[in-house]
């Protein structure tokens, strides 16, 4: 009997369906498939990895709404924000990647100095890794995933994709979407089971694993491909800090930090988790900020027009109500929310706006994700700067201000790996901009150039002109050889035309197959 997984929906609890387990013999047939095919595919021209691409866009607009739901059934998010954040982005990196990986991966000369003056040029060539596999996560189960396919195919490797065994029926989603577009037998598959069942890609070495999830299990992936030295891009947690300066629009600076916090029930890695308010408007933002959260709908099963989805995770659920708990016990102020609510079903937690904390508390320092804010305030900017940087955290921050040289001037200061200035989080959907954090929330980079180039193995290939001349650097060593190279040295370290003239003119006069002047 053919084990499997249970998907139940998270607003509701109801059975959504069952998906069959892939047998971990299964796993690696699939995976020494998907090598077999990455060499017809990874000789296959952009333009048919182009028109695959584009064909997954079609479908994905043709059948936008049944994801939509489908997102919002089994992940809990309310489906308006299964369209902003997991639709669109997946449809815009097709779009992106399709119209211009080409581009992004063509062959490059390299001006090298001063070998170019015996003949020498170098270019880049940039070819497909070979199988990349994906171990996509359950708060993003579309998003995250389609992004990082868009950037594996058209850079011209298969995917194996391991999806959340909690949003099991997402996955087979992705799988449809792809076969619909036509990619050839074995370019793109998906294995499902427990987490455990992602060592297998390690186990029979992928080309380059991406696995995005929380910091211990990144660890443990990181350590496994570590001792067969397989390369791994790690997408892990945060607690992105955002600073409000006196001179910021609160109207606005309320309304993007709230949605900053708030959206997919606080489930964001680069979600808002801690505030650092300037003294002289706190007070002010926390009033606002409140009144605000206060009128978020929570979406249970009943209700169409909503705002805050379900927790996904039973065990989330406890780390974040535990925080709040935590925190009141050591003198923190509740502003509303922080109770769990079981409705219809479905399990939530509300809006919660917390102040008088500090760090140290988990709830600024250790990652929450759920849909809590911690309010803090700062007299001045090295003191906000300075807090906002104290973590181990460095996914994404955001300032806010009126005066664009200043939010520059902290961006530049902060230690992330995207600085937001009056706007928050929504930088994971461009296309063009790489993705990705410093500190433990992880290595390497997705979306942009520097997300593609992790796809791609660079080849350096230096050709000379000059091939039938003996170069002075071969055998036999003689005082000639050492002048010459001497005189190289010090033509690279001075400075001053004139002494490098004179340098240069020494080196003409030592080189053996050119006349002497």
Known sequence: MKQTIVSKSPRTGQVLGKV???????????IAKAKEAARTWGASSFAERRGILRRANHYIHEHFDEIAALIAKENGKPSIEAGIAE??????????????????????????????????????????????????????????????????????????MKPSSSVPLIGEKIKEIWDRAGVPEGVFNIIQGPGALGEVLIEENVDRLIFTGSVAIGRHVAKLAAEKLLPVTLELGGKDPAIVLADADLDAATSGILWGAMTNAGQTCAGIERVYVHQDVYDDFVDRIVKKAEKLR????????????????????????????????????????GEILQINGGIYYPPTIVTNVVHGMPIVSEETFGPILPIMSFKREDDAVRLANDSRFGLSASVWTADEAAGRRIAKKLVAGTVTINDSLYTYSLAQTPWGGVKESGLGRTHGKEGLLEMVRTVHVSTDRFYKIKKPWWYPYNENVNELFKNMVALLGKEGVA??????????????????L
């Not at 065990?315 to 709040?324: F, G, M, N, Y």
Request: glycine share 6%; hydrophobic share 40%; net charge neutral.
């Open 298 to 337: 929570l979406c249970t099963d009943k209700e169409t027009a909503c705002d805050i989805g379900a927790i996904t995770s039973e065990s989330q659920l406890q780390i974040i109500h535990e925080q709040v708990e935590q925190a009141k016990k050591a003198g923190a102020h509740v502003h509303l929310g």
């Open 87 to 160: 639709i669109l982005p997946a449809i815009y990196h097709n779009k992106y990647f399709a119209d211009n990986a080409q581009r992004l991966l063509a062959d490059e000369k390299i001006d090298v100095f001063p070998w170019n003056l015996i003949g020498k040029n170098s270019y880049l060539y940039y070819q497909p890794l070979g199988t990349i596999g994906i171990i996509s996560p359950w708060n993003y189960p579309f998003g995250i995933p389609m992004t990082q396919i868009a950037m594996a195919l058209s850079a011209g490797n298969t995917v194996v």
């Open 499 to 516: 002494e490098k003239a004179k340098t240069a003119s020494k080196m003409v006069r030592q080189l053996p197959f050119w006349p002497k």
């Open 20 to 30: 069959a387990i892939t047998q971990v013999e299964q796993a690696h047939q699939i």
